[in-house]
Structures are given as structure tokens and as C-alpha cells.
């Protein structure tokens, strides 16, 4: 069985090490956010991309919940003494890594072969797709004005309410190689508990990707990543509530209007009339076997055996 699943950083991770252990790795393709990316002193980040591949290779640090294990912070010091830029954290073997990918990217390799290079180089067995090679880049407007997203995500503690978030670049981004193609032979398709606005949005703001999942003759199921109407972690309770209207499973399932077929929620949220299908079940990936039985579950919702 062939699984496709959308995904941005952290939340999508966390579920992606779930799927991986149901239907093992050779099987999954992952569809990445490159809308968070940020060149940072002269560097070429990819915070959604590296936290799928540190998760999934086992280098992930999971109580600081970002980022690599065994981080040391020294190069980034030495910028701030030095008058640098430092507001965005970077660790030293984090940074090793994006060297790597600025010095390919440099050489005009394209972004979803730089990242198939280092994800094979840390031996991942899913295979790590960008949703886009092309510049794809998340602005939100609020009252305060209009940012780019890690300006408002870490410079300002995403503090700001969001009236509204675009993404420069589209629709002119075509989908990277083997984003169709991973999308065409899946026998099911997923949508991580990831931000609807500034993970999965972005990733659906490809014509091609979103056009893709309207055609599909899979089921295509999203997991809620909000637990009883709230984030596990950052802003899109805030954001469903105030650009959507509220929190409720139906709320989260008008992010991806005429895209799925059924949304799994937490047992905290009232299962009342969504336009979809809900399927009820425990969210909170707490650990391995947490994310395990939920994407047993997405996967049980689409219809697929686990
Ligand atoms: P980011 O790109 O690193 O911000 O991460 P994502 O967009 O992939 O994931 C962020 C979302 O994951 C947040 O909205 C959280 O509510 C959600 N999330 C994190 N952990 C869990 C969990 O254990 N269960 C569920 N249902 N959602 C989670
Ligand atoms: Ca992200």
C-alpha cells in the first residue's frame, strides 16, 4: 500500500514516525511545507523539511520539541557577540546541515534534490518531498501589519492576531518531481495534524497539488490537530477561531473543503455536523505508540488496512 501525506513541521513529524510504523517506510511519500523556509545568514533553512528528517532519523529533540538532540548552541554566540543576526535559532550541527543544502542549492541543484541527498544521507526510507522547488513564502496580515512568517512566528512570538495569510509565490509554483507522481499512485492520502493556515495551506496553494487532491480517486483523510478546540502547541487554535470563525471540527474541516473525505478528531471535541465524515479517537501523541494508533486510525478512516 502506497501513503502520501502532506505535512508541515513538528505536528506532521510526530505523525509521520506514526505512519512509518504502521506501513514502513519504503511505502511513504511525504509532501513538505517549504513556505516557512528563510534565508538566515546567507544560509538556506528549511524548518518543516529538517524537522521531518530529523524526526524520522532519529535526531530530533524531543523534549525541547524542535531541533536537533544534543544541540550545542556555539556558532550562534559568536554571532550575537559579533552583532550578527541571531534572533533565529540555529545550533551548531543544525547549521552543518544547512551548509549542505545552501552550498547545493548554490550549485543550481534544485531544492527536492537537495533534499533527497540528505535525506538518503540520514538514511530515511520515506521518501521526502518539497511540495515546490519554485519560491513559495507564507505571509500573514494582521493588525499590526503584514509579516513575513517567521518574522511573525519568532520575532514577534506570533503574538499578533492573523486576519489573514497569503503565500507570495503562488500560483505560478508548479509541484516539485515526484510530488504528482507520489500523489497519483497513493492508495491513500493523509493530511498530517499540521497548522491548516501555514503548513498544509501553503502546500495546497500549489494549483497543481490542490487540483491533484480534488481529482483523486483515493480517500483522502486530515487528522485535527487541535484537542478539544485548542493547539497542542502554537497558533492555530487562534488562527481557526478568528479567520474561520471557531474551533470546531466542522471549522477544521473547512480548511479543506471538497479535499477529504473524513477528519479524525480527539475524543475532547463534540463530534456535531461537519461537512465530512469524523472519526473519533485519542490525538495526543504523547510517544511512538500514541502516534502509532493514530495513524492506524487515519489510515483505519481511510479505508486502508493497517
Ligand atoms: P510546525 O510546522 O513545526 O509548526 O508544525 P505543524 O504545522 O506540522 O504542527 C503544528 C500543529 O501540530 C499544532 O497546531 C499542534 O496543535 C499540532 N500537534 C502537535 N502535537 C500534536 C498531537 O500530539 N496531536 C494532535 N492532534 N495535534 C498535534
Ligand atoms: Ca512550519
Not at 182 to 203: E, F, K, R, T
Not at 213 to 224: I, Y
Amino acid at each position: 500500500m502506497n501513503v502520501a501525506v502532506l505535512s508541515g513541521g513538528v505536528g506532521g513529524a510526530r505523525f509521520l514516525r506514526g505512519v512509518v510504523a504502521v506501513i514502513g517506510s519504503d511505502n511513504v511519500s511525504i509532501v513538505g511545507n517549504v513556505a516557512d523556509d528563510i534565508e538566515v545568514l546567507g544560509l538556506r533553512v528549511s524548518p518543516d523539511l529538517d524537522s521531518i528528517l530529523y524526526t524520522l532519523a532519529g535526531l530530533a529533540d524531543e523534549e525541547r520539541g524542535w531541533g536537533r538532540a544534543g544541540e550545542t548552541w556555539q556558532a550562534l554566540e559568536t554571532v550575537a557577540q559579533l552583532g550578527g543576526e541571531s534572533w533565529f535559532r540555529l545550533g551548531d550541527r543544525d547549521i552543518g546541515l544547512h551548509l549542505v543544502r545552501t552550498e547545493l542549492l548554490r550549485s543550481r541543484v534544485p531544492l527536492s534534490e537537495a533534499t533527497e541527498r540528505l535525506a538518503h544521507a540520514l538514511g530515511l526510507g520515506a521518501r521526502l518531498l518539497p511540495a515546490t522547488d519554485d519560491p513559495l513564502r507564507t505571509f500573514v496580515e494582521t493588525p499590526e501589519g503584514t509579516f513575513p512568517f517567521q518574522t511573525w512566528f519568532v520575532a514577534r512570538g506570533h503574538r499578533d492576531e492573523v486576519d489573514a495569510v497569503h503565500y507570495a509565490g503562488s500560483p505560478d509554483a508548479t509541484a516539485a518531481p515526484g510530488v504528482l507522481e507520489a500523489l497519483g499512485a497513493a492508495d491513500v492520502i493523509l493530511i498530517a495534524p499540521s497548522n491548516p493556515y501555514v503548513s498544509i495551506g501553503p502546500i495546497l496553494a500549489v494549483d497543481e497539488i490542490r487540483e491533484a487532491l480534488e481529482r483523486r480517486t483515493v480517500p483522502c483523510v486530515a487528522v485535527s490537530p487541535l484537542i478539544g478546540g485548542r493547539a497542542v502547541k502554537g497558533p492555530a487554535d487562534r488562527m481557526l477561531l478568528r479567520i474561520a470563525g471557531g474551533t470546531s471540527p466542522a471549522h477544521v474541516a473547512s480548511c479543506y473543503a471538497g479535499l477529504i473525505d473524513a477528519l479524525v478528531i480527539d475524543e475532547a471535541d463534540v463530534p456535531a455536523d461537519a461537512p465530512v465524515r469524523l472519526v473519533v479517537t485519542r490525538t495526543l501523541m504523547t510517544d511512538l505508540e500514541a502516534a502509532r494508533r493514530l495513524a492506524a486510525a487515519a489510515l483505519d478512516a481511510a479505508g486502508a488496512p493497517a
